[in-house]
């Protein structure tokens, strides 16, 4: 499978410290219900074997549903298993260690804060590029969010799909959407969702009314 990022919108995001990982195969089934463009999964706390054996199980699934699966930080996973790609943060790997510890073509993506890190990153090769956190998040406490004024300008500058992320949800995706936002990825937003396929439909259906209203916008 190779991943169409520029057709992708929703980027759901399996964070172990949100839900615990007996649970992350249920949610995962969820937000592809919901209509999830590709999966990210996260796990800060958990051993490499740990994660290795989750993502296993969630490519299992994932694969069914030609749903790219994306695991944080340890690119050694995907020798191990079959997944799509490696997503790094600014203090990870680079770009090109993350290559070669897959062994294999796998999409990179990378983390970035601001237009700076994100010219970087697609200097550096990334594939797409996460920005932000655009609102407060205690999933990134460290980081001042960015807000929204330098959404537009990243689209402009860059060449590459770019996920903005940090703090976003449902009730504040249109503002993040009017900012000239293309795509996201979620959180807490929808792991915390009473019901995730639901959350991610919603979700899902206004970020594609947007590319239907501008279908000229940047990448």
């Known amino acids: 499978m190779n991943p169409n990022l520029r057709d992708a919108r929703l980027y759901g995001i399996i964070d172990l410290g949100y839900v615990e990982a007996s649970n992350a195969v249920r949610a995962a089934e969820a937000m592809i219900n919901g209509g999830v463009d590709l999966i990210q999964l996260r796990g800060k706390k958990q051993s490499v074997d740990e994660l290795v054996d989750l993502a296993g199980k969630l490519h299992e699934l994932t694969s069914r549903s030609s749903t790219p699966l994306i695991v944080n930080d340890h690119a050694e996973i995907a020798r191990r298993v079959p997944v799509e790609g490696v ?107 009473p019901d995730i396929a639901k959350y991610a439909r919603a979700c899902k259906e206004l970020l594609v009314e947007s590319a239907i209203r501008n279908p000229h916008s940047a990448i």
């Open 87 to 193: 997503h790094v943060g600014q203090d990870d790997d680079s770009i090109e260690l993350a290559r070669r510890k897959a062994g294999r073509a796998v999409v990179v993506g990378k983390s970035t804060h601001g237009l700076e890190q994100a010219h970087a990153a697609q200097r550096e090769g990334a594939d797409y590029i996460g920005f932000g956190p655009i609102f407060a998040t205690p999933t990134k406490p460290d980081y001042e969010p960015i807000g929204l004024k330098e959404i537009k300008q990243a689209h402009f500058d860059i060449n590459l799909p770019i996920f903005c992320i940090g703090g976003i949800k449902i009730d504040n995706l249109r503002d993040v959407v009017a900012a000239g936002a293309r795509r996201v990825a979620i959180v807490s937003g929808l792991l915390k969702a």
